[in-house]
């Protein structure tokens, strides 16, 4: 039996026997009385155990510590207390011990301590509410994606080619580094390597994910990815999940109606299923986050140009750190006001070229692209995507202009030429969801082993 | 308008109106008429459009070439072929064209040739309904554990742990091969790595997962993994994806109890949604698939101890290639006979501790540990798992007899103090799952994009 049993069946169980394995999150002793709260890690509610005297043991039960893991049998009773019922208990047994300086003791902890104990934060509320959310909101995409028929495909972690440029993606080997094979110019030989060349691990899935959006027409790809950024932020990571889907015979507006479908999902689902997370998370991280969340499931999103933005942007009386540009990217500062001045989120659309990916569809004023990012209030940019260039001459030719090697990924370019399609895809990062979500303002906090410059501990 | 959507919908949608926009897989042309093996890629089924001499641009549309896509307006009509209805086309346009060298021709081809045309095979009827499948055997098993509350949990593909050992894992780095940093021992300087140290990418959630377990009881990890193994057989490939629950207050028995009701679930997940896939691979991959799918789902799972094993295959008039040993693993062919010997799948337990890893439980003879096999008829070990050593001094004993550095996992090995108890998990690999389902015996042809020992390409 599990605590989560007990709240969903609390009506049959009153008056009944039970047994629980769990851990003592704290304990609380009196002369003829003990009060545990209980914690089995199931329901992000714990349940209240009290033991009397007259228990056999009781002596033995008064010096348990907190986190000890336990064993109790007793009977589900209504509570005297603030709670609805408690566990009258009948036996407590000592399943595994915990010292007295255990490191995770019932009281306020910061997150940077919390942070060095990764391994056992998973054990406080904060954390039993992040990560729940973080597990719920996985299964939620996992289920939009496929109740609407898309391909889950697994695109290869490993890889010699990348949509984001391989200065930005870690290197593979097998070599030894102290011992490396040379070739006769005595550059290191990656022949000796076991794939026979230099790879990498993936930033993005995306090329792949095209190949398979022209066989299944709906796909989506939803896995870690990993960029080399050493910049220590409160929102970049060495290592994160992104969410990457991909649908044929779509075009930006289309893209646009699935990227706002999903989301509204996605939060709703998360809202049904964690409400207890949820309204901790409103009193401890982020007041108002249900609000917020549940305006967004009823919201409309806005939808409008990267030139009307600037427009806006510049007849505003803001004092800008950055002068909104008609040929630049919008900084931090202007998303706030954006999405303020739409009072929602909002889909930014057709994108000066010059700031944007190289396989992104040129639209006829050949100046900007058709390319999309929502901003979200409070979130700023949590998803981007675009219609791909499907002419091949027009992409062949803008590659080039980057700088792209083809000839390495012709098979991406192939697909441009046989039966190519209108198509539009986009990429979402999980964490940066999961901070939206939660109200966590640091990504380190809502993934269970962060990785970030300096740091790959655990 | 999907294909998926007319099968489904077939009865309100004959008489009406349709369009689609997909792929002419074959064409057949006549003088007055020509018929189209049309998919768009939502459903494995095709559909057939008929168009008539009478259209605008017959001409045009007859030279249509295998590849294109195309958008077709028209009526779904009743049959006069095989299927049941047909799209009697009123317009057809062009979308993407397709040369007339287009490699994936409506022939036979040979799964070595379509293992080169990587990016073209999903195009297949081979390759749809095994990735159709991978999919939803995917969906299936986040479903199966987020139902029984489960925690998903993403742990780190970077790590400096592991629990499978170092020389089976492929380094991470952010430094340039052709100018490697020194220390002053003329030893490449880690230090000056993004992490700050070695690193590599992960072979095994575990040791992560074990930590969720301990704090949320019940948990699964579902990702990527790598081996470096120098290989090149029909089962290895360096990528994978695993599956990796871990439950806490669980033993041996439950934890066999978890891998029969998960593996049934899905097995049947499987064939309730992807019957046309399933009955494909029965035709044309392996015959009989579908009755030994749906055995299994209807079978209780034996369970033996290696003992007993080794009893039955000694007493066995066989003659064995590899002598059966007590003290041995078992090779393939004492597999195959034990799952024949039982008619079904065999849990085999109790394996002698010398050829299992340093964190499983030591039964108390010493001789063997809580160890479990599963082995299932026709794929051989499906799930590994055991029940994890809660001894510290245990575990740390063994792990040192076994040249594990404890020091630099001392998080995993401090479980076993703050509040440590019984906890089991198991490993399943998913492209053995894919295998098993789809009878194909290789796993390069269940994986998108294969990474095996010569081989990144694409």
Redesign the interface.
Known sequence: M?V?EIYEKQKELLNKEVTL????RNHRKQKEFGFIDFS???DFKHIQIVYESALKDFEQIQKLHV???IKVEGKLVPSEGKQDFEVKATEITL?????ED?P?QPKKHSREFLREQ???R??TNL??AV??I???A??AI??YF?KN?Y???????????DCEGSDQM??????D??N?PKDEDG??D?SKD??????Y?TGSGQL?GE??A?????IYTF??T?R?E?SNTKTHA??F?MIEPEI??CDLNGLMDIEEDMLKYVVKYVLDHCSDEINFCDNFVEKGLREKLEKLVNSSFTRVTHKEVIDILKKSKEKWEFEPSYEDDIAKEHEKYITEYFNGPVFITDWPKDIKAWYMKANPDNKTVAAVDLEVPGAGELMGGSQRE?DYDVLLERAKSMGVDTDAIN??M?????????HSGFGMGFERLIMYLTGIENIRDV???P?T??????
């Open positions: 599990t989560r394995q769990g851990w003592i089995d890690g199931t986190g000890c893991s399943l595994g011990d915990c010292p255990y995770m990764a391994y056992l998973p054990r954390f039993q990560f729940r973080r597990s719920i996985a299964f996992h289920e496929q028929n391909l889950y495909v697994h695109t290869p972690l490993i890889t010699t080619a870690f290197k593979v080997t097998t070599l580094f102290n490396l550059k290191v990656m076991l794939f026979g060349s230099l790879s691990i792949h190949t398979f022209l066989a299944f027409q709906k896995g870690p990993f080399t050493n060495n290592e999940w044929s015979f499907e098979w991406y192939n697909l441009r030429k046989f039966g190519g399609c209108v993934i269970p082993y990785r410059p300096g740091n790959c501990d655990y």
